[in-house]
């Protein structure tokens, strides 16, 4: 069984479910998961979880994101991007903008703001995602969500179309920031096209295609893409077992300082974990009120 992170580029057409078959079947294993949905028209990035890199979901999906989009100004749709159905168009109004009015537009939702997730949106709302309630025609309301925004570079203006690359937090709707971006200027806006270029440290030309990874397996190459669990946290110091403590590792047992050769007061918060050989096995957390350290994620074989 195949363990560890393998950085994908999702292709049009495809959506994270699909991609994740795909590679249950290249790979011949069923532990096998996905970091993040990506619509089936968008492109780029899906780090995919292997193995025990399962446990590793919800660390992974905090990570902050790059992506390159294209909005389209004088229209609004239903799902915010040209997928969907066209509500109102307003071409005139976005060819009469200048160049310097849109990239002032965008511009102003640099640093974040409090962003309503679209109907079209895998959010959950008593107990239902949003998009099967949009699908039965309902709108509700939905509760504002502050997304970090830390830079939007506008890279090229042709009206209607604006070009720009977006660094946000988790959560950040791209579509709904394009949407939004239109009506700051009044002509309404949806988003073209997506490309995600990058989560947390992964980045779009180190992925490969569902084509190229079934290459490299069937020839037996595939193992240097396949990033290690513990490559996640090299943050952390690496700490190994004493011998007599090994199986204490292995059944995710509390730790004692001397049991993993540390000082009495511990070594910060998360400690990557090894058994006496030098083998990864987990990630323990520091518990102050206990002195100890207890496990955070088991990711070793």
């Known amino acids: 069984m195949f363990n560890g992170i393998l950085n994908v580029y999702k292709e049009a057409g495809f959506t994270s479910n699909d991609v994740v078959a ?5 790979f011949r294993q069923k532990k096998i ?13 899906l780090p995919v979880l292997l193995g ?4 590793l979901s919800e660390y992974m999906t905090n990570h902050d994101k790059t992506y390159r989009t294209v909005v389209r100004l004088g229209v609004e749709t239903d ?6 159905n066209i509500l109102k168009e307003q071409k005139e109004a976005a060819l009469s903008l200048s160049e310097d009015e849109a990239r002032k537009a965008a511009g ?49 203006v042709e009206l209607p179309l604006m070009t720009m690359t977006v660094e946000c937090s988790k959560g950040t709707y791209i579509r709904t920031l394009c949407a939004d971006i239109g009506k700051k200027l009044g002509c309404g806006g949806a988003m073209e096209s997506l490309t995600r270029l990058r989560v947390g440290g992964f980045h779009i030309e180190d992925s490969l ?25 090299l943050d952390y110091l690496r700490v190994r077992t004493i011998e007599a403590a090994d199986r204490k590792l292995y059944n995710g047992n509390e730790l004692y300082m001397n049991e993993i050769g540390l000082p009495k007061q511990g070594a910060g918060e998360l400690v990557r974990v090894c058994d006496s050989s030098g083998k990864f096995i987990a990630v323990y957390r520091y518990v102050k009120s206990a002195g100890t350290y207890r496990p955070y994620r088991m990711l070793g074989e």
């Open 52 to 55: 025990n890199a399962t446990r």
């Open 108 to 156: 102003s939702f640099e640093g974040g703001y409090d962003q309503i997730p679209p109907m079209y949106s895998a959010k959950q709302v008593g107990g239902k995602r949003l998009y099967d309630l949009a699908r039965e025609g309902k709108v509700i309301e939905r509760q504002s969500v502050r997304v970090e925004i830390p830079s939007i570079k506008v890279e090229s």
């Open 22 to 26: 795909k590679l249950r079947g290249i």
């Open 33 to 45: 998961g996905h970091t993040g949905t990506l619509d089936p028209a968008a492109v780029g990035v």
């Open 79 to 84: 799902t915010e991007d040209m997928t969907g």
């Open 209 to 233: 295609t569902l084509d190229r990874i079934e290459q490299l397996t069937h020839s037996g190459e595939i193992g240097p893409y396949i990033i290690p669990c513990e490559e996640m946290f």
